[in-house]
């Protein structure tokens, strides 16, 4: 048995010192390099505190529904924001938002201001085709 010496302490190793057969391990470049590409075709939503994002090699483009969504959803919490908790700062944030997706605010004022119910979809998308129809 080994004497060890642990935080300034004596300290005895009870257990016995075992060999082992050491293994050879093979590398196979073929299958590594399928099981890559496999994996790099598999587009996986990364999800974050329900937000979803996309990795960086990611090519998806969202569809227009998908879009007029997340523009909806914004000015719904604008509204929330400004109108009912008058935040300040998640104004900023929310506003912040808007500008790094690169949305025309002046479609979130128009639905913001222009719908007559911003809790309905229908509403919403009326208000914003009436927008975009005018540009």
Not at 13 to 33: A, P
Not at 34 to 58: A, F, T
Not at 94 to 111: F, G, H, M, T, Y
Request: glycine fraction near 2%; include cysteine; charged fraction near 30%.
């Amino acid at each position: 048995m080994k004497k060890l010496l642990y935080r300034g302490n004596k300290d005895t190793q009870h257990k016995e010192i075992v060999s082992k057969k050491s293994v050879q391990l093979k590398y196979r470049q073929r299958i590594y390099n399928q099981k890559r590409q496999l994996i790099s075709k598999i587009q996986n939503d990364l999800i974050y505190c329900s937000s979803k994002y996309l990795s960086k090699g990611s090519t998806y483009k969202p569809d227009r529904s998908e879009a007029n969504k997340k523009v909806f959803s914004l000015a719904r919490e604008l509204i929330n924001a400004q109108f009912h908790l008058a935040n300040d700062e998640l104004s900023r944030k929310l506003w912040n938002e808007v500008a790094a997706l690169k949305i025309d605010p002046q479609r979130i004022i128009n639905l913001m201001y222009r719908c007559c119910s911003n809790v309905d979809n229908q509403s919403m998308l009326e208000a914003d085709l009436a927008y975009s129809s005018k540009e």
